[in-house]
């Protein structure tokens, strides 16, 4: 069973920084593109940033520049440098993971709890 867990989210002052992490643990052959994601409440769920294997990276354009997306693939890792933080950037950050599966050799989309960020003015 593969497993994503996410952590770092919190409540921080408009122009203050936060660091996401998500970690990939479990049945693991290997680990595809990751990405994070944000949803508010009653709208659709949002690419923030993306990074494949290899470390391309893909950003939403209201982030560019603020934001800064990275993976560890030794340690099936991935963080999200948040900085210049806007009020409009509160939400629930997800984590994504397309993985292959160790044992079955199944490739699955993978999520993450979610861990919440505020931003206040």
């Known amino acids: 069973q593969v497993q994503l867990v996410e952590s770092g989210g919190g409540l921080v002052q408009a122009g203050g920084s936060l660091r996401l992490s998500c970690a990939a643990s479990?049945?693991?052959?290997?680990?595809?593109?990751m990405g994070w994601y944000r949803q508010a409440p009653g709208k659709r769920r949002e690419l923030v940033a993306s990074i494949t294997s290899g470390g391309t990276t893909t950003y939403a354009d209201s982030v560019k520049g603020r934001f800064t997306i990275s993976r560890d693939n030794a340690k099936n890792t991935m963080s999200l440098q948040m900085n210049s933080l806007k009020p409009e950037d509160t939400d629930v950050y997800y984590c994504n993971a397309d993985i292959l599966e160790r044992y079955s050799a199944n490739r699955n989309d993978y999520w993450g709890q979610g861990t919440q960020v505020s931003v206040s003015s």
């Open positions: 479990g049945s693991i052959l290997r680990v595809n593109a």
